[in-house]
């Protein structure tokens, strides 16, 4: 099956400063990747959806400047949390379409992200 | 707003048995999808429902629609201690292909 890889998996930073998260798709092209935001026994809560070559599309409440996305190419995007801060600590998770009209999504082991 | 809601919360059963996990939604779907999720990880997708089929097998796993009642359940049969996991259901609706997300039943199955 198609394997979506996140690095790192596990990232602890200090309050300020940025973290940048990569979600690969391995064997696939990804024309769509999700970034989604899952605090402890909760649901995933849908950042922002990203296509490559194109500005991703945020969700209602969340702050784009923060939250910088780049979807370079067909296999890699990257989520970048800036200037960190405690309440930005949450389990991050990434998932990948192959083609925009499949509902199949594969999803990424995740990134535990701690700010101290 | 979040779509399709897990019933119960939390599952606690001896392994062997039957697992059933619920899930209700508000508004017309197309498509109702069920995953798992083991503790830490990303999500691995089980079944994928369309709202004009009714059942679904896969495995040990049946899938139910109804879509008079905006419900849908997972049975895990025979269960094992490697089921422990939190299982989600997502629906998606309109013209998205976005599944939005309920917030999940933690199945734990006791060896």
């Known amino acids: 099956g198609a394997v979506v890889s996140q690095h790192p998996s596990r990232v602890i930073c200090k309050s300020g400063t940025s973290v940048k998260i990569e979600c690969r798709s391995l064997d696939f092209q990804a024309t769509t990747m999700f970034w989604y935001r899952q605090f402890p026994k909760q649901s995933l809560m849908l950042m922002a959806t990203?296509?490559?070559?194109?500005?991703?599309?945020?969700e209602q409440g969340v702050e784009k400047d923060k939250f910088l996305i780049n979807h370079a190419s067909l296999t890699l995007s990257t989520l970048t949390v800036t200037s960190a801060h405690p309440e930005d600590s949450s389990f991050y998770i990434c998932?990948?379409?192959?083609?925009?009209?499949?509902?199949?999504?594969?999803f990424g082991p995740g990134t535990r992200l701690t700010v101290t | 707003s979040q779509q399709g809601e897990e019933d119960p919360q939390a599952l606690s059963i001896q392994e062997g048995e039957n697992a059933t996990m619920n899930c209700s939604y508000k508004?017309?779907?197309?498509?109702l999808q069920w995953y798992r999720q083991n503790s830490g990880r990303g999500l691995v997708h089980l079944i994928l429902?369309?709202?004009?089929?009714r059942e679904k097998h896969s495995g040990r796993l049946r899938v139910t629609l109804d879509t008079s009642k905006k419900s849908s359940s997972l049975l895990i049969t025979a269960s094992r201690a490697a089921d422990t996991a939190s299982y989600f259901c997502?629906?998606?609706?309109?013209?998205?292909?976005?599944?939005?997300f309920g917030r999940g039943t933690s199945l734990i199955v006791h060896p």
């Open positions: 990203s296509n490559e070559g194109s500005k991703a599309t945020y």
């Open positions: 998932s990948a379409q192959a083609a925009a009209t499949t509902y199949e999504q594969y």
């Open positions: 997502a629906t998606d609706s309109g013209g998205s292909y976005i599944p939005t």
């Open positions: 429902i369309r709202s004009n089929e």
């Open positions: 508004t017309s779907i197309n498509n």
